[in-house]
């Protein structure tokens, strides 16, 4: 039952409950952002747009629900929540949906509402990450894209999936405008500040495709870079998550500009909605996650068809990757953990 904040109505309250978000952690899909939410919402200016973790307001896990131009004063609504819960408007309030980075609309609506809007990105290992959706929708019956993946292995998975995003990639080159700068190294192009149809078509391959596409982060960061300055974006990987939690969290502190504040120590090593249990708010701990598959426990992993279609992955990824680490090396992003250039440069 919505209580009294949620059933609030945004033309009865006072202008400053209105005040559009300051930030929003975009993404990416199953990258430790349940992890960095439970901890830091409990920081007194950073605050969340209820009524749970991800609102999904401007776009869903299915692109075809994109939503870029979905009920303003409703949003307002449930922008207000945590300020009239909290009976005051001097904090952070931030949309925590997952699914905004690969939704090609979502920069524009978020610089819409604010330009000086802080984007906050955590990303993981590409391959770790398609891994972990495909776990999870396996594992699940009921979640959205378990019938892509319910007669599948991993490897038959990969197969399959690879051959449809390049063919569809393919097939968007074909009406790229001739003669542009379509390097890797080309100014950032945008939905509406430079993305031409072929670029369009190519964003969509990658948003259209949750499990595997949604790994292939630059062409997603390219449209927030050319919607967003650099230093309003902050990208945070999942290593230092996992290494430092405290220390990514004073990272992000530092962004939003609030001042340190002392999180519960016992909650910050714990492990939001892992593998083991999938759910925004359970926690397990370290040793309680077991690997999907590790080199130590099979040694002869690279022969087998899970070691084949890792090897498939890194060789379809790389050319997205080497951007990011271009990217990092040029400090348009932080350093990116050194076992991507290891695999990937
Ligand atoms: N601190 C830390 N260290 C290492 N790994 C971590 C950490 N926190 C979360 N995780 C892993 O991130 C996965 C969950 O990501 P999200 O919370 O972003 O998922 S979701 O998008 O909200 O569904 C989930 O991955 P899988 O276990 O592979 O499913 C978590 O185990």
Known sequence: ??????????LSLPTEYLQPITYAVVGQQKSGTS?????????????WVSPSK???????????????????????????????????????????STTYFSCVCCPVVLRTMNPSMKIIV?????????????LEQKRNPGFTFHDQVANHTFASFVEEEVGKVEKCVQHAGRVKTRGRDNSPDRPPRGWGAGMDMGDWLEAQCY?????LGWSVYDI???????????????????NELATATLATMR??????????????????????????????????????????????????LDATPFGQASARLVKFFRPH????????????ISPVPQSWKSTYA
């Open 207 to 211: 948003a259209r495709s949750n499990l």
């Open 54 to 96: 991800e609102i999904f307001y401007f776009s869903n896990d299915v692109p075809s629900t994109t939503l870029c131009d979905a009920d303003l004063i409703g949003y307002q609504r449930q922008m207000a929540v945590q300020r009239l819960k909290n009976n005051r408007t001097d904090m952070h309030v931030g949309d925590w």
């Open 251 to 300: 990272k992000v502190e530092k962004f939003l500009g609030v001042e340190p504040y002392s999180y519960d120590e016992e909650k910050a090593v714990l492990i939001f909605n892992s593998r083991e249990c999938y759910h925004w708010h359970c926690a397990k701990s370290r040793n309680e996650i077991r690997e999907a598959r590790s080199k130590e426990r099979d040694p002869m």
């Open 220 to 238: 997603f960061l390219e449209n927030y870079m050319a919607h967003f300055p650099t230093k309003q974006i902050l990208v945070l990987y999942t």
């Open 122 to 134: 955590v990303l993981r290992d590409p391959i770790q990450r398609t891994l972990s959706r495909f």
């Open 321 to 332: 990757m080497r951007r990011l680490i271009k990217w990092a090396d040029e400090g348009k």
């Open 35 to 47: 992890t960095l939410w439970n901890n830091i919402v409990f920081h007194p200016h950073i605050k």
């Open 1 to 10: 039952q919505p209580g009294p904040h949620e059933d609030a109505d945004p």
